[in-house]
Each structure stands twice: as C-alpha cells, then as structure tokens.
C-alpha cells in the first residue's frame, strides 16, 4: 500500500481507509518519510495505488452491475406484461366510449362556429308575371287574328244547286260553319 503525501498529494491511510491531502510541503513530506523521493518517482507511486484501487473496486461492482442488469431486465419485462392489458382496455374504452362523445362535441363546435350565410335577397317575381301576361296576350292575340281571318274569307260563288258543298250533303249542311252553325246566305 502506497502513503504517500507531499504537497497537494494524497496519502492513504490504511487502517481508515481515510485520504489526507497536504498543504504544508516540506512538514507534511518529513512526517511522512517521503522528503527524499523526486516528483517522478511520487507520481508513479500514486498513479500504482490508483490502479490497485480502481481494480479492487471494480472486481467488486461486476456482479452488482451484472445483477443490476437482470433485475432491470426483469423489472421492464414484468413492467410490460402488466401495462399491456391496461393500455388494450383504454384503448377500447376511448373508442367506445370518449370518441363518440368528443366527436359530438367537435360537430356541435363547428355548427357554432360555422359562419351563417347571408339571407338571399328577396327574388323579382314581377319579370314572370309580366312575361306571362305578355305570352298569354300574344296567343290570344294571334287566335283572333285567326279567327277574323276564316270568317271574312271570300266566298266564292257556284252554282245554286251546288253550292261548294261535298258529295252527298244536303245544301243547308253545307252552308253550316266548321262548328255546325248555318250561315244566312
């Protein structure tokens, strides 16, 4: 085991398993019995007793670290096995249950949010009317033209004994009108 302790170095007490850092140089190194060693040959000394240490420490903390990686792996996997049913129930239950509801309130949101539209301006019904009273005017308009028409047509003369009435038809039947009324001759 290595006490070494010169100024600003470390010295290890091996009974305690205390470090005692040194201020004092020339006090601290003649108590300690290291006054005659060179700066080189304290450096090797310290630098033998910190690999002595972290040897020993780690022979110590690989079976921890290797039992810590275990008991993780079995604390994760048994931390799996236990929320994976959770998180499948909740699942359903938002599906089932919370979605039909939020989405009930996100219709109802944006029917409350939808902008109305403006009110359509009150429609001309006057054009119609006017067209219909000018096509209704028209046709009758165009029937007694027609009308005035066939009743002042010329009569042509014939004979009396035939006068312009098809074969087999009394005279009186054919002076009579399209509707069956006579006409004074």
């Known amino acids: 085991?290595?006490?070494?302790?010169?100024?600003?170095?470390?010295?290890?007490?091996?009974?305690t398993g205390r470090s005692f850092v040194s201020l004092i140089t020339?006090?601290?190194?003649e108590a300690n019995g290291t006054a005659g060693l060179s700066t080189q040959e304290r450096a090797q000394q310290v630098a033998e007793y910190l690999r002595a240490r972290q040897l020993a420490a780690q022979a110590q903390l690989a079976p921890l670290a290797a039992n810590a990686q275990v008991a993780a792996r079995q604390g994760v996997y048994g931390a799996?096995?236990?929320?994976?049913?959770r998180l499948d129930l909740m699942a359903h239950a938002l599906q089932e249950q919370w979605?039909?509801?939020?989405?009930?309130?996100l219709a109802a949101y944006a029917r409350r949010v939808d902008p109305v539209p403006p009110p359509k301006p009150p429609r001309r019904r006057w054009p119609a009317?006017?067209?219909?009273?000018?096509?209704?005017?028209?046709?009758?308009?165009?029937?007694?033209?027609?009308?005035?028409?066939?009743?002042?047509?010329?009569?042509?003369?014939?004979?009396p004994d035939q006068a312009a009435s098809p074969a087999g038809t009394s005279p009186e039947m054919a002076?009579?009108?399209?509707?069956?009324?006579?006409?004074?001759?």
């Open 1 to 15: 085991m290595v006490e070494f302790a010169g100024a600003g170095e470390v010295r290890q007490d091996g009974s």
């Open 26 to 29: 020339k006090q601290a190194s």
């Open 80 to 85: 799996r096995a236990w929320t994976a049913p």
């Open 99 to 105: 979605a039909p509801k939020a989405a009930a309130a």
């Open 129 to 159: 009317v006017v067209g219909g009273v000018v096509l209704i005017a028209s046709g009758a308009t165009a029937a007694v033209i027609i009308m005035n028409r066939r009743n002042s047509a010329p009569v042509t003369e014939a004979e």
């Open 175 to 185: 002076a009579a009108d399209v509707n069956g009324q006579s006409q004074p001759t």
